[in-house]
């Protein structure tokens, strides 16, 4: 059972556009949200968070929506430049659980010059 | 450096062996999470140490699995008896302590390189 989902494996983009990353949740006990990157051979890294009792973030050029009704939350990087060209992965948590995170599959961006 | 790090960061045993995994979490960070990563998937979680606490060992696949860790530094995490289906990255990662619960205490996790383990 995948309590977080990411429908998309890949995503190919053109330098100076939007990057549109999605993500799915099911266990509406998650509380907070987090995005990481991760290039080959090295571990994660964080980019952006969210709690839920938020809708919105924003961090330069990355943005993260969550929307709690329907159970989802988007990442924005715009304007995506060649060094975004990684696996990003979408994790969700209960900060009451320790914070263990699940996480979805992962979207793999490439962005063109 | 002032990361997380992992050693060995390649591991190539055979069907049956033991592997021991080293994890070494940023100084001052008292919780510590194993994961591990097969091949064209997401991390799956696999234990949890805080403090002094019991650790939280819900996401071990089996018995075969263990992790311990000394104080708030060093963990190893060990699988016995090998087989090929353990064969994935396996990632530690740290996090400086939060406020007591709640959605505003959260502090996110620093990850390590990673230890690519292959069981032939």
């Known amino acids: 059972d995948q309590q977080v989902k990411q429908n998309s494996p890949s995503l190919s983009v053109q330098e100076g556009r939007i990057s549109i990353l999605n993500c799915d949740y099911t266990?509406?006990?998650?509380?907070?949200f987090l995005w990481y990157k991760k290039y080959p051979a090295e571990g994660p890294t964080f980019l952006i968070s969210?709690?839920?009792?938020?809708d919105k973030n924003e961090d330069g050029r990355f943005t993260v929506f969550l929307n709690k009704s329907a159970k989802h939350l988007s990442l924005h990087i715009v304007p995506s430049q060649p060094g975004d060209s990684a696996v990003y992965f979408c994790?969700?948590?209960?900060?009451?659980?320790?914070?263990?995170?699940?996480f979805g599959g992962g979207t793999r961006v490439l962005v063109k010059p | 450096g002032a990361g997380v790090s992992q050693s060995p960061s390649n591991k190539v045993t055979e069907k049956g062996k033991d592997v021991e995994l080293r994890c070494d979490p940023i100084?001052?960070?008292?919780?510590l999470y194993w994961y591990r990563q097969r091949l064209g998937q997401g991390l799956e979680f696999l234990i949890y140490f805080q403090g002094n606490s019991a650790p939280d060992k819900s996401g071990l696949p089996s018995d075969r699995f263990s992790a311990e860790r000394t104080g708030e530094s060093v963990s190893t995490l060990t699988i016995q008896r090998t087989q090929q289906e353990d064969s994935a990255v396996y990632l530690c990662a740290s996090r400086r302590p939060g406020l007591a619960g709640g959605a505003g205490s959260y502090n996110e996790q620093f990850f390590g390189p990673g230890t690519r383990l292959t069981v032939l």
């Open positions: 994790a969700a948590s209960k900060t009451t659980a320790g914070n263990k995170l699940t």
């Open positions: 969210i709690s839920s009792i938020k």
């Open positions: 266990n509406s006990m998650f509380d907070y």
């Open positions: 100084s001052g960070h008292t919780a």
